[in-house]
């Protein structure tokens, strides 16, 4: 099955500085990429999301690049604020069919936490 | 708010017990995913069911099951509890096995 690794496990940046986390994932077979932000006592939310027909995908201050030949995609925060603190989780999913129906495998997840 | 309720927030039970903790979709989505996070594994996947069939399946222990109404609210079924069952559970849904994920914000179990 998929395996999703996710580095690093924690990243402490100034306010204002950029963020970035790396993740690869194993399957080739997987074509969807979300990012979540999970903030104390709630759910993941998603902030972005790439399929593999796109190289990268902008929206505000967030990023994310997908190189499918490596197998890796990157979550780029610009401008980090305090409330960009979160712990935040890739995730990769495959095509439908078979036991992977619609299933995400996510990382272990990067605190972040922004000084201000 | 992501539009998908989970209840109840909190759970605190002894070893040995069952539990039942329900999850409403986002209006419109016909996918249910039930994901069990804790310090040392993370987000692990448990079941997929759409349109109240079960679609995939995780490494959901026999002890757990889950079903999806007519009315598509779903309920994940814990039985016989051991302590090591302590985590968050957390419900997702979707309109379909391509769309985006949702998820509601968990309800934490606590064995003791």
């Known amino acids: 099955g998929e395996n999703v690794e996710q580095h690093p496990s924690t990243l402490s940046v100034q306010e204002g500085d950029s963020a970035v986390i790396k993740c690869t994932y194993s399957d080739s077979a997987s074509n969807y990429f979300p990012w979540y932000k999970q903030e104390l006592g709630k759910g993941p939310q998603l902030i972005i999301d790439i399929r593999s027909n796109v190289g990268e995908k902008k929206d505000q201050r967030i990023a994310v690049t997908l190189n499918k030949t490596a197998k890796h995609f990157s979550l780029h925060i610009t401008e980090t604020q305090p409330e960009d603190s979160a712990v935040y989780f890739c995730a990769a999913r495959p095509l439908s069919g078979g036991t992977s129906y619609g299933k995400l495998t996510f990382g272990q997840g990067t605190i972040l936490t922004v000084h201000p | 708010d992501s539009g998908v309720t989970q209840t109840p927030k909190h759970l605190i039970t002894a070893t040995g017990q069952r539990v039942t903790l329900r999850c409403s979709p986002r209006?419109?989505?016909?996918?249910v995913y039930w994901y069990q996070q804790s310090l040392d594994q993370g987000l692990q996947f448990l079941i997929h069911?759409?349109?109240?069939?079960?679609?995939a399946k995780g490494n959901i222990l026999e002890r757990f099951s889950a079903q999806q109404f007519p009315d598509l609210h779903s309920e994940l079924n814990l039985s016989s509890l051991e302590l090591g069952d302590s985590a968050l559970y957390f419900c997702a849904s979707s309109v379909n096995h391509n769309s985006p994920l949702h998820f509601g914000n968990g309800t934490r179990l606590t064995v003791t």
């Open positions: 069911y759409y349109n109240g069939e079960e679609r």
């Open positions: 209006s419109g989505d016909l996918s």
